[in-house]
């Protein structure tokens, strides 16, 4: 059980699903479906009690190419950097040649507005911004589906005492974490950027020569024309003369609802089993750090729902088979998926603050999640060694979903939900991409549904199919392209 069952459903959307199946046409079997010969099966959208569509339909979008801007952003901030405040480090310390602070000194020093460039790739399903200045962070993440914000923006950049400096700024967004564990060494300060234009693509890549290795770390930012996802491509050089040991860890600070995370946001993780890196120490119903947890079900609490963590919470999902992993907000029906090569990706880490006030790290009642990424290491315990003249590089996209739910499979083509039911099953899709087409539904392998399409990224799919009398056997949702190729397949 992946514990949706949890989930607190508003009464609108209770009340639509009983008006489906009062409205579902039924029809009787044929002796086609009951030997299993393919035939579309009657089907009604989700709608609401006044008939109209519980999602609404959006205006057609155009795709086109993808463009740049240039602009600023100005945010308050805390003189962490002032030269009374600052703490030099000398050869021993572990983060030398970066400096500590004096933290004291910072928060007696008035707050000062800073502005940073932005640099912004749009196309026409989502805006990426980037502030090369702040340690070449992706800042903010539209949808434009939804009008939404994906990632948190602390509106003052205010030092915590985390990290291994003993200062980490909480500013949000993505940021790039190097060499270390953790927020990494080197995210506070400018980063150099280049952007390119190529054929229907346009791109940002954002990099650092880091002080302790000497080695080059960024990453490349990539939109296309077509697709809702954007293309993100780390990568480490090591021009040096020797080995390094190191560790790349992308962290997104996601805060879907409003810069904010509400109780009914939920961790889409398709494992059985995630590792305790980190938790409150009254939270003795947990395991210590290191040690496995049950997922998404430990000790009669599903951790999936954020609503259900009493205390802060850190874990590691290594080696994820499905190659999908996501996070997805039920109360503002907002998520994010992100789809990487399992071969490349040892590292998924994930948590949230739960009970951690607000203020040790900003100056409202903002809060975020973490979901955390690496194609170099599994956890925060391993170092890997990169040799001198080599480089290491890997790919990852991520998309924003909407009115969609859980999903339960997700690739670059779209996200999948198939929720069986007494009657038949629930099937829910967003594609990243205009998709021609087929949705087919199987029982017991063979077809005995299907919906044309094509399907748009702006129009999340709701459909919801009666089993007819005598059509017994597994279900399996399928999309289609063109060539009857799958596309996206899932079966429970």
């Not at 800073?114 to 800042?139: D, Q």
């Not at 087929?438 to 063979?446: I, K, R």
């Amino acid at each position: 059980m992946r514990g949706k069952s949890q989930l607190f459903f508003p009464f609108v959307l209770g009340l639509s699903l009983f008006v489906v199946l009062l409205l579902v046409v039924q029809l009787p079997p044929t002796a086609a479906q009951v030997s299993g010969t393919p035939e579309p099966v009657a089907y009604l959208p989700l709608v609401l009690r006044d008939g109209t569509p519980a999602t609404p339909t959006p205006p057609p979008i155009e795709p086109g190419a993808p463009w740049i801007e240039q602009g600023t952003i100005t945010i308050s901030s805390y003189q962490y950097d002032h030269p009374d405040c600052v703490i030099a480090t000398s050869p021993g310390d572990f983060v030398y040649p970066y400096p500590r602070i004096n933290h004291d000194c910072v928060f007696q020093k008035p707050r000062v507005d800073r502005t940073f460039s932005a640099i912004t790739l749009h196309n026409s399903y989502v805006a990426m911004t980037v502030l090369p200045e702040l340690g070449g962070r992706l800042y903010r993440w539209q949808d434009k589906i939804t009008g939404r914000q994906l990632l948190y923006a602390n509106p003052v950049l205010k030092p915590t005492a985390w990290g291994w400096r003993g200062w980490w700024l909480a500013s949000g967004g993505i940021e790039w974490a190097f060499p270390t564990d953790e927020h990494g060494l080197n995210e506070y300060r400018p980063w150099v950027f280049a952007t390119q234009a190529v054929s229907d693509t346009m791109s940002i890549t954002v990099s650092d020569v880091e002080d302790q290795t000497g080695m080059t770390v960024g990453v490349t930012i990539t939109l296309d024309a077509d697709h809702t996802y954007m293309t993100l491509m780390p990568f480490v050089v090591n021009d040096t003369a020797v080995s390094h040991a190191y560790q790349y860890w992308l962290n997104a600070m996601i805060a879907l609802g409003d810069n904010t995370t509400n109780d009914q946001t939920e961790f889409i993780i398709p494992a059985t089993q995630v590792q305790v890196h980190s938790r409150d120490a009254a939270a003795t119903y947990l395991p210590t750090a290191g040690n496995f947890m049950n997922w998404p079900e430990h000790n009669g609490r599903f951790f999936n729902i954020y609503g259900t963590w009493d205390y802060y919470l850190g874990f590691f999902a290594p080696n994820l088979s499905a190659g999908f992993t996501g996070v997805y907000d039920h109360t503002v029906q907002q998520g994010i998926v992100r789809v990487f090569d399992v071969a490349q990706m040892p590292g998924n880490k994930y948590f949230g603050p739960a009970n951690l006030e607000p203020n040790l790290y900003t100056i409202d009642d903002s809060v975020y999640v973490e979901m955390w990424s690496s194609g170099v290491t599994p956890d925060f315990w391993t170092y890997v060694s990169l040799d001198a003249g080599q480089s290491k590089s890997w790919t990852e996209r991520w998309y924003p979903v909407s009115q969609l739910g859980t999903f339960d499979m997700a690739n670059e083509f779209g996200a999948l939900r198939l929720d069986e039911t007494s009657t038949g099953a629930e099937i829910g899709l967003q594609v990243t991409a205009v998709t021609t087409g087929t949705l087919s539904l199987l029982v017991d392998g063979t077809q005995v549904a299907s919906w044309p399409g094509p399907f748009v990224p702006e129009q999340t799919v709701e459909l919801v199919w009666e089993r007819p009398s005598g059509v017994d056997g597994p279900i399996t949702v399928q999309l289609l392209d063109e060539q009857d190729q799958v596309l996206l397949q899932f079966a429970p």
